[in-house]
């Protein structure tokens, strides 16, 4: 029997990278699957998908601290949030598996703890361009599991990792969408427009969102002409709530504008299924929209040099504005010629995302225990 743990830290909005994954393995005979959260709330969320998704047992495990940490963290509103104090406290007990599979690489010190620590696989949460996915705590896991080739080259690029501890298993993501069924469209708008969904970067160095997010918002809502969903990555607002709370009063009586700062909908492909053209900046989330090629514009507020970095390779599938004057025109513009980029599109998901078709929590699974039996 191998005990296979999966650390789920990252919260909520990582859990679709994993969460079949874990459903398939739960239901190998030869399995005892557990999960490690950092709330009760996860856990609930979890065990929803889990069942949905038809997996056999699988222990979920609150990481809870001792309860005079846990009161202050509370209190100080960061409880989920304590995740290295977690695997401190945690570490003897998820290192008694036989395998641990993380979305996330904090969950790497639990190879840099004094003592055994057996092998640890991880799946990446997202298939984005940015340096800071290829960093030096690659070089601890044992096995990576990566959508396509582009994530696979550079990693191997990057010499942390030897071609045998990288393999491809396409988009786990997506595979546990088409299981689940997500179908769902958003129905708050009155009139039928096209409809632009705007998705800043929550890393505020690199976003949109500062410079330009509310001139964005203004622009579009005035000319009239589009619905427009505006759904940042959920930790936009992770610590500055008052401000994704004031932006959802401010537009609810919208016809044309509808504000969703982190619900089920802006993780689970509801915005990037429904929405005819997408502006954004850096958001790995980009790739996922480009699975139905379908215009993009790329929003350049920081005056970027990006032609030739890789970093930023997703801005050539679509136009790129560095004034917010442009916004209108390109809109405009990308509807009148709404298949410009489309084979740069599909070439791009094909070489971020992997095979789309193939059954991803079944090759995964095969890779994890192939490691094991090594």
């Known amino acids: 029997m191998h005990r296979i743990a999966f650390s789920l830290i990252g919260g909520a909005h990582q859990f679709l990278h994993g969460v079949a994954v874990l459903a398939e393995l739960s239901r190998r005979a030869e399995v005892e699957a557990r999960a490690y959260v950092v709330s009760g709330d996860d856990a609930v969320s979890l065990r929803e998908m889990l069942d949905r998704l038809g997996a056999g047992p699988v222990e979920i495990v609150v990481m809870a601290l001792p309860r005079p940490l846990e009161t202050l963290a509370r209190k100080m509103g960061f409880a989920a949030a304590m995740k290295v104090p977690r695997l401190i406290h945690w570490a003897t007990h998820i290192r008694r598996s036989d395998a641990i599979v993380s979305l996330e690489r904090t969950s790497t010190l639990l190879k840099r703890l004094p003592g055994h620590c057996p092998p640890m696989v991880h799946i990446p949460h997202g298939a984005g361009d940015r340096a800071k996915g290829y960093e030096p705590r690659f070089r601890f ?20 990792l030897k071609p045998d501890r990288v393999a491809k298993i396409g988009y786990s993501k997506l595979a ?12 708050g708008f009155s009139q039928s427009r096209p409809t632009v969904l705007y998705i800043p970067h929550f890393d505020r160095s690199l976003s949109s969102w500062d410079g330009m997010g509310r001139a964005i918002i203004d622009r579009i809502a005035r000319d009239g002409r589009f619905n427009l969903i505006v759904a940042p990555h959920m930790r936009l607002f992770e610590h500055a709530v008052q401000e994704g709370r004031a932006l959802c009063e401010e537009f609810a009586g919208s016809d044309n504008v509808h504000i969703d700062p982190g619900s089920q909908a802006s993780l689970d492909m509801t915005y990037t299924m429904q929405a005819d053209l997408l502006v954004s900046d850096i958001s790995s989330q980009i790739y996922e929209f480009c699975i139905r090629p379908r215009p993009c514009i790329f929003v350049n507020a920081h005056g970027v040099r990006w032609e030739d970095d890789p970093s930023y390779a997703m801005w050539r599938l679509g136009d ?3 004034d917010i004057e442009q916004l209108i025109p390109a809109i405009e513009n990308a509807f009148a010629h709404p298949d410009a980029y489309a084979n740069r599109q599909r070439e791009a998901v094909h070489w971020s995302l992997g095979d ?19």
């Open 320 to 322: 790129v504005i560095e």
């Open 176 to 187: 546990a969408l088409r299981a689940l069924g997500f179908e769902s469209t958003c129905d």
């Open 141 to 160: 896991f044992d096995l990576v599991l990566v959508a396509g080739e582009k994530d696979r080259t550079r990693l191997l690029d990057t010499g942390l």
């Open 356 to 374: 789309l078709e193939q059954s991803t929590d079944v090759i995964a699974s095969d890779r994890i225990l192939e490691l094991l039996a090594r």
